[in-house]
T-cell receptor
């Protein structure tokens, strides 16, 4: 069964600290994996996209990693800011289909 | 980059009326558009997939007569919630892709529907 699981479900960190979000999937075949940031009441915004052959991709303070052998991905946020408070969604895609993780709710506090 | 515009961002309607939500790809042609529904603190649930010029494909459990989807052009898809009930109140999000899942997969900003 194709599934995407994210952990932790929620996370609270202090401003300026780093954090890592996890995404494990069983989706097969694999085409690409995307990380999105969704602010409350807004649509998701793409952070990174990685194909099978890529194992890391950065976008500013966001760095995603992918291990296609173990079917795991992580999103590392460096020097967190209050504006990083949002839900982070992992989406795994075989061609033409999309499997969504349940998301991690991140709260950054001053 | 690819931009998807969704309108309106918020709408309040009375029970029994119909509401139309528009999803436009502004700088690319979207061969495929997707409509999602999202409940508070939950992940997105795919409602239907629409390809330009053909009938939408609905996910199991989604009433196609209640959620009418039209994708008449490569830049516009609409979702019409017919005979709205309070339980239809939700956050609806569209997304668009080129070629069914390529890099150009972008979400709209969402529509908060409240049925009173």
């Amino acid at each position: 069964k194709n599934q995407v699981e994210q952990s932790p479900q929620s996370l609270i960190i202090l401003e300026g600290k780093n954090c890592t979000l996890q995404c494990n999937y069983t989706v097969s075949p694999f085409s690409n994996l995307r990380w999105y940031k969704q602010d409350t009441g807004r649509g998701p915004v793409s952070l990174t996209i990685m194909t099978f052959s890529e194992n890391t991709k950065s976008n500013g303070r966001y760095t995603a990693t992918l291990d296609a052998d173990t079917k795991q991905s992580s999103l590392h946020i460096t020097a967190s800011q209050l504006s990083d408070s949002a839900s982070y969604i992992c989406v795994v895609s075989p061609l033409g289909q999309f499997y969504f993780g349940t998301g991690t709710s991140l709260t950054v506090i001053p | 980059g690819a931009v998807v515009s969704q309108h309106p961002s918020r709408v309040i309607c009375k029970s029994g009326t119909s509401v139309k939500i528009e999803c436009r790809s502004l700088d690319f042609q979207a061969t495929t558009m997707f409509w999602y529904r999202q409940f508070p603190k939950k992940s997105l649930m795919l409602m239907a997939t629409s390809n330009e010029g053909s009938k939408a494909t609905y996910e199991q459990g989604v009433e196609k007569d209640k959620f009418l989807i039209n994708h008449a052009s490569l830049t516009l898809s609409t979702l019409t919630v017919t005979s709205a009930h309070p339980e239809d109140s939700s956050f609806y999000i569209c997304s668009a892709s080129v070629g069914g899942g390529g890099v150009g997969y972008t979400f709209g900003s969402g529509t908060r529907l409240t049925v009173v």
